[in-house]
């Protein structure tokens, strides 16, 4: 399986940005894209991003689309969101995943490759 650590979380005002990365290690070759996740308190846990590791294809779930990034390292081992213009409804746990791009997208959380995920609390 696939190591995934995050990085970047913490305690950002109402319109900031943020910037959490995702550094992959150990058996890399089963999974061809990267993802994000988030929980908020008393939420499920939503896909908001993927990015393919083959071709570059992003996606976007509709409630960061627009104010989010999703971008590779030359090596493909670490992958970063960035999230701007930063709501109190963007609080939450952010889980980085591994797993094939249609797990991904699908949200096939059982197909992924999860790590073990960064607060990221929005003050207003």
């Known amino acids: 399986q696939a190591h995934l650590v995050e990085s970047g979380g913490g305690l950002v005002q109402s319109g900031g940005s943020l910037r959490l990365s995702c550094a992959a290690s150990?058996?890399?070759?089963?999974?061809?894209?990267i993802g994000w996740f988030r929980q908020a308190p008393g939420k499920e846990r939503e896909r908001i991003s993927c990015?393919?590791?083959?071709?570059?294809?992003?996606y976007f779930s509709d409630s960061v689309k627009g104010r989010t990034t999703i971008s590779t390292d030359d090596d493909k081992r670490t992958v970063y969101l960035e999230l701007n213009s930063l709501e109190s409804e963007d609080t939450a746990v952010y889980y980085c995943?591994?797993?094939?791009?249609?797990?991904?997208?699908?949200?096939?959380?059982?197909?992924?490759?999860w790590g073990q995920g960064t607060q990221v609390t929005v003050s207003s």
């Open positions: 995943v591994a797993g094939t791009i249609t797990s991904c997208v699908r949200a096939v959380k059982d197909a992924l490759n």
């Open positions: 150990g058996r890399t070759l089963n999974y061809d894209a």
């Open positions: 990015i393919s590791l083959w071709d570059g294809s992003t």
